[in-house]
């Protein structure tokens, strides 16, 4: 892997201020970037961003609500504008949700859950991509093997990362002769927080996880396939055996995928 693939690279990322996205960033520190981090909480993507600065990177925090379209807007704009340029996009903020259909209280949170997770992505990539077709850059999804697999309930979440990956495929057809690359990533289950943060069916924070989490890959490790994938601008990453495998046995044996799918979820208690 070049050294120099990500040197005084302007590089957006979303979802930066813990799991994946946070070490994504401090990763990325190492080649000396120029990185924008964007989340909610200033508080913590400061913390990330000084973790940053130590390894030789340059960094601007852009506090960002991915559900407010003008919000994702700015946070392209201001980054446009402090550095003068956007080399990569990293689409990574997203939520977690584990419920079945039937217990869900209100539909609603369908709408509210395809705001963050796929709008969430599409308004950044929107108006990001004038600046990266000036730069012939890079845009990654961050997605998950629910985006391929249908999951017991996370009919929530497949649907938003279904839709996510849809939009992504397509985009990459789009933009690919005019030196735009779209990268999308595929983890399984990852030793973060994003299951216990992500909702109920209230649409509120679960607290616990609804899958099983043993022999979960490390954040680090995650974020080091992403790091390779960027540098080697891969069409796309799964990250793990298993998931590979459910993949290619959803097309010639889908009810074993289906049977697979049930036996990952954690035993109720």
């Known amino acids: 892997m070049s050294t120099t693939a990500f040197q005084n690279k302007v590089i957006v990322i979303t979802g930066a201020s813990d799991g994946i996205g946070a070490e994504l960033a401090r990763q990325l520190a190492a080649f000396k970037p120029k990185l924008v981090l964007a989340a909610r909480r200033r508080d913590a993507l400061e913390v990330v961003a000084k973790a940053c600065e130590a390894k030789g990177a340059q960094v601007h925090v852009v506090p960002t609500d991915v559900t407010i379209e003008s919000q994702c807007r700015a946070l392209i704009d201001e980054s446009a504008k402090h550095f003068g340029a956007i080399d990569m996009l990293v689409n990574n903020a997203g939520v977690s949700m584990h419920a079945n259909f039937e217990d869900i209280e209100s539909t609603d949170v369908y709408e509210k859950l395809m705001r963050i997770n796929l709008m969430g992505s599409i308004w950044p990539t929107h108006a990001a991509l004038p600046h990266l077709k000036t730069s012939k850059g890079q845009i990654v999804a961050v997605a998950s093997i629910a985006s391929l697999v249908g999951v017991p309930g996370r009919t929530t979440y497949c649907a938003t990362k279904f839709a996510q990956t849809g939009f992504f495929e397509a985009l990459r057809i789009e933009v690919e002769p005019q030196g735009v690359h779209v990268c999308a990533i595929y983890p399984g289950v990852v030793a973060t927080e994003i299951r216990r943060n992500g ?51 959803k097309l010639i044996a889908p009810t074993v995928v289906d049977n697979l799918a049930r036996k990952a979820l954690a035993k109720k208690h």
């Open 199 to 249: 909702w109920n069916a209230k649409g509120e924070t679960a607290g616990v996880s609804g899958v099983k989490e043993e022999g979960a890959m490390s954040v680090e490790e995650c974020a080091s396939l992403i790091v390779h994938a960027m540098a080697t601008r891969k069409r796309e990453v799964v990250m793990t055996a298993k998931s590979k495998l459910a993949r290619w046995l």
